[in-house]
């Protein structure tokens, strides 16, 4: 399985940007995909997640109502919708599957992107 995180960036808060995760050579039909995000100095925290079958969302509190996960099963490739960023959604983004459903914690995911910057100056 491989995961490729795009779409990262620098802008300014208040704006949006959109992650893409695109995956590859699944070996399992059914399973959820979560995004994740790591800030200096500080541990690795659940973003959101989609489940593929039926997509059910969740997120975490810090991102309900502005960040909205969907995906495309065509392309095989979950994205991240992220509206009125703030200065502490400053990070380093990760997406990440796991066979299991609805995951909220990293260590149940198997396998991780390789992670892409965004950075909401003030």
């Known amino acids: 399985v491989q995961l490729q995180a795009s779409g990262g960036g620098l802008v300014q808060a208040g704006g949006s940007l959109r992650l893409s995760c695109a995956a590859s050579?699944?070996?399992?039909?059914?399973?959820?995909m979560g995004w994740f995000r790591q800030a200096p100095g500080k541990e690795r925290e659940f973003v959101g997640y989609i489940t593929w079958g039926g997509g059910s969302t969740n997120y975490a509190d810090s991102v309900k109502g502005r960040f909205t996960i969907s995906r495309d099963n065509a392309k095989n490739t979950v994205y991240l919708q992220m509206n009125s960023l703030k200065p502490q959604d400053t990070a380093v983004y990760y997406c990440a599957i796991t066979r299991r459903f609805g995951a909220t914690i990293s260590r149940e995911y198997d396998y991780w992107g390789q992670g892409t910057q965004v950075t909401v100056s003030s």
């Open positions: 050579r699944l070996t399992f039909n059914t399973y959820t």
